[in-house]
């Protein structure tokens, strides 16, 4: 997808997508990674951490795997968080293996031209620059009068 996407279908990914692929998610539960691939679980989605340093772990209810060739299940969205440079090889083989891919996912603030013209040449979204965790929040209503929700409570609210 070489413009914004809409609203409709960023809600449509959101609603179809049954399995998030997190490429290059952390253990650490103040990064990022971490942080919106536990919301995504806890939101019903399956969650496949790829990560060769923990591969073997468990994160989100899931074993982490090394790399995309150790996935042997459908995903539907290929969620990406690494560096620009690292995109394109990372996209040429989610779209080899994942026929069911609905879309490709870059997290905030990456974009990738090769990976976009890749994606448009295998007729597979690209959303670029934007995190899932932000876009279900603000489409599904979850979004709260400071314009974010953290999942924290404070007892002083």
Same mark, same amino acid.
């Given at each position: ?9 960023? $809600? ?20 990022? &990674? ?6 995504? &679980?806890? $939101? ?8 060769? =340093? ?11 795997v090394p790399d995309l060739a150790s996935i042997t299940e459908p995903?539907?969205?290929?969620? *990406? ?8 090889? *990372? ?13 490709v996912w870059l997290q905030v603030g990456i974009v990738s031209p ?8 295998? =007729? ?5 620059? $934007? ?15 400071? =314009? ?5 409570? &404070? &007892? $002083?609210?």
């Amino acid at each position: 997808m070489t413009t914004t996407p809409t609203d409709d279908f960023l $809600r449509d990914v959101l609603t179809r997508a049954k399995t998030f692929a997190c490429v290059g998610v952390s253990p650490n539960p103040i990064r990022p &990674s971490h942080f919106v691939g536990r919301y995504l &679980s806890v $939101r019903g989605y399956r969650v496949i951490g790829v990560n060769p =340093g923990h591969a073997g772990t468990e994160l989100f209810g899931q074993t982490v795997v090394p790399d995309l060739a150790s996935i042997t299940e459908p995903v539907h969205v290929l969620d *990406i968080f690494r560096r620009p440079e690292a995109v394109p090889a *990372i996209v040429e083989e989610g779209l080899a293996r994942f026929p069911d891919l609905i879309c490709v996912w870059l997290q905030v603030g990456i974009v990738s031209p090769e990976a976009e013209a890749m994606c448009d040449a295998a =007729g597979v979204p690209i959303v670029q620059d $934007r995190c899932p965790k932000i876009e279900y929040q603000r489409l599904f209503g979850e979004l709260r009068k400071g =314009g974010f929700n953290t999942g924290i409570i &404070s &007892s $002083r609210l």
